[in-house]
C-alpha cells in the first residue's frame, strides 16, 4: 500500500474532526493495518484497529450472559 | 387482538424485526434476544394492540428502543466487536510474538478507554467505528440530530487518543 503522508496526516485531522466520510474511514483503517504507518501514527493504531469488522463472528462474544436480562 | 390476528398481523413482520435489530447489534444471538422480548411484549399488550394505526410501525419504533436500550445496558462494551485483538495482529503480515502481544494491549486498552466513556460518547463511537453506520442510521437509532452526533463523536474520539498517548507515555516511563 503505497500511501501520501501528507494526505494521511490531513484525514487524520479529519477524522478527528467528524468530517471523513465512511469511505475515508475505512481507508485509514487500511493505512493503519499495513506496514507503512508513519513513526508519528503509530500511537494512533489501536485506535484505528480496536475495531476491526473483517470478520464479524455470530458467536456470542458480547460478555454479557443471557441472565443479566432476565 | 386475539391470538390469531396477532400471529396475522404480526408475524410477516418478524423478519424485518430481525434484520434490523442484527444490523445495529451485529449478533445472531442478541437480534433474535431483542426480537423475543417485542414479541413478548406486543403479545403482553395484546388488548391495546387493535388500537394502534400502524403496529407495524409501532413494532419497530420498540425494536429500535430495546435496542438502543442494549447499547445502553453496562455490558455492551466496545469489546463487543466479536474480533480478537490477536486475530487482527496475525493479519498484518509477519510481526514478531512480542509485538503481537504489545498490539493486543494496546487494542485491549481502547476497550477499556472505550467502555469507560461517558454514554453519549461511547454509543456514537460505538455505532460508528465498531458498527461503520452512516450519519443517518446513527440519528434513526439514537434520536440525536446530526450535528449533536459528531460534536460527541468528536469529542469520545479526541479522548481515546489522548488517554492512549497518556497511557502510552506513561508506560514507556515504566520501563
Partial sequence: MKTDVKQIDVLIDKFYDCETTLEEEKYLKQYFHSDNVAPHHKILVPQFIFADNDSPNLSNSFGITQSEYE | ?????????????????????????????????????????????????????????????????????????????????????????????????????EQRDAVDLVKQIVSSLP????????????????????AEITGSNINTLKVNLSRARKRVREELSNKYQYKNYED
Fill in chain 2, 1 to 101: 387482538m386475539d391470538s390469531k390476528e396477532f400471529v396475522e398481523t404480526l408475524l410477516p413482520i418478524r423478519d424485518k424485526l430481525f434484520r434490523y435489530a442484527k444490523r445495529v447489534l451485529i449478533n445472531y444471538e442478541e437480534a433474535e434476544d431483542i426480537v423475543q422480548e417485542v414479541y413478548l411484549r406486543l403479545w403482553t399488550n395484546r388488548e391495546q394492540l387493535a388500537e394502534k394505526k400502524s403496529l407495524e410501525a409501532f413494532a419497530m419504533t420498540m425494536t429500535k428502543n430495546l435496542c438502543i436500550d442494549r447499547y445502553r445496558s453496562k455490558g455492551y462494551q466496545a469489546s463487543n466487536t466479536g474480533v480478537d485483538a490477536g486475530e487482527v495482529s496475525i493479519a498484518a503480515n509477519s510481526i514478531s510474538p512480542q509485538k503481537i502481544t
Fill in chain 2, 119 to 138: 454514554e453519549n460518547m461511547r454509543i456514537v463511537l460505538t455505532l460508528r467505528d465498531v458498527q461503520g453506520l452512516d450519519y443517518d442510521e446513527i
